[in-house]
């Protein structure tokens, strides 16, 4: 019983420390990246997902608020950027497969993204969503940095939309390979594109475990559709809510 004041303590001194966060998920995505090895690589493994549900676990049992985890936790947010750039090395790789498909990635990028934004919006206005749920759900299929800044330029809350963004893309790692094979899209290029630009980084971590060509259409996808929605959602989208929420 004497040991469990002491462990309080050394929480409490440990929760003090910015390093916190940052350690603990290194950690977290650490075991679950040994968990989905060990469970081939099944997408309802995937590590993501299990990384966060244990850090949410642990700080609801140790009641850490998240700005104190996330004092930590902001240095690997800061590496989301670079991380993002360095998808360019693959796309280099396959320029020639990428250049020869212009046109058709083109037009399932600005498809799927519209569609992405549109559905998301339309669904939640009809269930009663206020405007801010519905700017805040409308870029959930970009990248967090980009996402989270068209949030805030719309009137959304960029946190509830970085939530948001992580959940489509855990679904997408998830689910993308068995919807696609349901539907009989069996090409490396469809696939790839399809989980970039619905599921953004996420889904390219996934595409990028079937086969480089498949993550090199998913990171362009994924880039094109950030681009696409940066550019085209702060334009239609008050425009579109304001609409159906007459």
């Known amino acids: 019983m004497s040991t469990l004041p002491k462990l309080d303590a050394i929480w409490v001194y440990l929760a003090a420390s910015p390093l916190l966060g940052l350690t603990l998920t290194i950690v977290a995505y650490l075991i679950a990246q040994f968990l989905y090895v060990r469970a081939r690589y099944n997408p309802l493994a995937n590590p993501v997902l299990i990384a966060i549900a244990a850090i949410v676990a642990l700080l609801t049992i140790t009641k850490t ?123 490396p290029d469809v696939c790839g594109l399809a989980l970039g630009i619905a599921s953004h980084g996420i889904g390219t971590a996934r595409a990028f475990q079937v086969s480089e060509e498949m993550g090199a259409f998913a990171g362009l996808g994924m880039g094109l559709n950030g681009i696409f929605t940066a550019v085209i959602a702060p334009i239609v989208v008050p425009f579109v809510a304001h609409w159906l929420l007459r």
């Open 65 to 187: 608020s998240y700005a104190t985890y996330f004092e930590g936790a902001q240095f690997v947010h800061f590496l989301l950027g670079p991380a993002t750039v360095s998808l360019a090395l693959p796309l280099y790789r396959n320029w020639d497969r990428l250049r020869r498909a212009a046109i058709p990635v083109m037009g399932g990028v600005i498809v799927g993204s519209l569609t992405g934004i549109f559905s998301a919006i339309v669904l939640a206005a009809l269930f009663g969503a206020p405007y801010q749920t519905l700017a805040s759900l409308a870029p959930k299929s970009a990248t967090t940095p980009i996402a989270m800044a068209v949030s805030s330029e719309l009137g959304g809350l960029p946190s509830l939309t970085a939530v948001l963004v992580i959940s489509t893309g855990i679904f997408g790692a998830v689910s993308a390979q068995s919807i696609l094979t349901v539907l009989r899209i069996n090409e």
